[in-house]
């Protein structure tokens, strides 16, 4: 069964940046529309950007200009670069398959923008 380990988040200030990522134990990335989705405290999982085989991306207009999603095939590895991070930014990140798929779900990386 393939699964989808995130890292990356932590602690950062407002106005600061992360980059997370998203291995693979399969080769997924290359064929499949990844996705970065977040679920912050008493909210919905939203998806926040996504990224095709082909390599064109997709975000939601919450962080628009602000994030940057890519994809390593070689490595089996989706990224998420979060820039001019705020405080509505908090949230637990994770990433899979678009649409998602309920065996792909992981653990899952906090992300707390704060001072």
């Known amino acids: 069964q393939v699964q989808l380990v995130e890292s990356g988040g932590g602690l950062v200030q407002p106005g600061g940046s992360l980059r997370l990522s998203c291995a693979a134990s399969e080769s997924i990335v290359s064929s499949r529309v990844m996705g970065w989705y977040r679920q912050a405290p008493g909210k919905q999982r939203e998806l926040v950007a996504r990224v095709t085989p082909s390599g064109n991306t997709d975000y939601a207009d919450s962080v628009k200009g602000r994030f940057t999603i890519a994809r390593d095939n070689a490595k089996n590895t989706v990224y998420l670069q979060m820039d001019s991070l705020k405080s509505e930014d908090t949230a637990v990140y994770y990433c899979?398959?678009?649409?998602?798929?309920?065996?792909?779900w992981g653990q899952g990386t906090q992300v707390t923008v704060s001072s």
């Open positions: 899979n398959t678009w649409p998602w798929s309920a065996v792909y």
